[in-house]
């Protein structure tokens, strides 16, 4: 069987990926400093991480050094990163931190509501977005994203879960040196920024794959350029009594769209089974 490509050339993917992924950054960075400016900075809540941080001191002294308090604080753990994580990750982090600071300073402070609920609510999903959008590409928004992804890169946890828990000590001290009020705003703006993460930052959701084909090499030979392990088993038809081959799989749902493509390009006419995983054990290579 052969399979035509219309993608892009080789040369051109390796110009237009690097290029895309510089994008969405910069469009994350606008995301995560509109939720502050429009919504969170207005009430005086906050969204955690560094920025929690930065905003909790500004609060307390001027709410205008909140972008370079935020850069500074950043700058430690982003070398952090570039030793645990790698060169490209903290590159795409440090752009993202940069953008960040740069559009807290030039977008206007502006009360998009009058009900800090709202603002909490509305705050925490918008920054959310810039935060899964910018793990998703492969980089980070900076400060306790970075202590999060080194965590969920070498643990299956979810993302979202170990940013709340980081967050919970920035919500104490606002309530303990501002309001309690303005705490639990804050607590719910952090619930939500974490359930909108874990939608979108979907590396840690297992998946495993079960592939009934007639095409045993075909399909063997184009798994194997996947990064993941295979299992083969001989099955056979319940009805027709034909010889099959089944082959199992575990991936991400991150993955999962190019391991459909893989499937199709491969045997077209394959029966495929996905299920969530619950667990597992033993050997998985965790995404970079």
């Not at 850069?71 to 795409?92: E, H, Q, R, S, T």
């Not at 935060?131 to 492969?138: C, P, Q």
């Amino acid at each position: 069987m052969q399979v035509r490509s219309y993608g892009l050339p080789q040369n051109m993917r390796t110009v237009v990926r690097p290029l895309k992924e510089v994008a969405i950054i910069i469009f994350s960075a606008f995301l995560i400093a509109s939720g502050m400016r429009l919504f969170l900075i207005p009430h005086q809540l906050l969204s955690g991480g560094v920025a929690g941080v930065a905003s909790v001191v500004g609060y307390l002294t001027d709410p205008k050094y909140i972008s370079k308090l935020y850069f500074v604080i950043n700058l430690p753990l982003i070398v952090w990163g570039f030793i645990a994580v790698g060169k490209k990750y903290i590159l795409l982090s440090l752009l993202s931190v940069v953008a960040t600071t740069w559009f807290i300073t030039i977008i206007p402070e502006v009360q998009m509501t009058k009900d800090p609920i709202l603002a909490s609510i509305f705050g925490g999903v918008i920054i959310a977005g810039g935060v899964g959008f910018s793990l998703r590409t492969g980089g980070s928004s900076g400060g306790f994203d970075i202590l999060g992804s080194i965590i969920s890169r070498k643990r299956d946890i979810p993302m979202g879960n170990i940013m709340f828990l980081m967050d919970g000590l920035v919500i104490l001290s606002l309530g303990f040196f501002k309001s309690w009020d303005s705490a639990l705003y804050a607590m719910l703006c952090i619930f939500v920024k974490s359930r909108v993460v874990d939608m979108i930052h979907i590396r840690h959701v297992k998946l495993t794959c079960f592939i009934v084909t007639k095409e045993r090499e075909m399909m063997l030979a184009r798994l194997r350029e996947l990064p993941h392990g295979i299992t083969v088993v001989n099955a056979e038809g319940g009805y027709s009594h034909e010889g099959n081959t089944m082959l199992m799989t575990v991936t991400t749902r991150y993955e999962l769209a190019n391991l459909r493509r893989t499937i199709l390009e491969a045997d077209p006419s394959s029966f495929v089974n996905v299920v969530e995983t619950v667990e597992i054990q033993g050997r998985f290579k965790r995404l970079g």
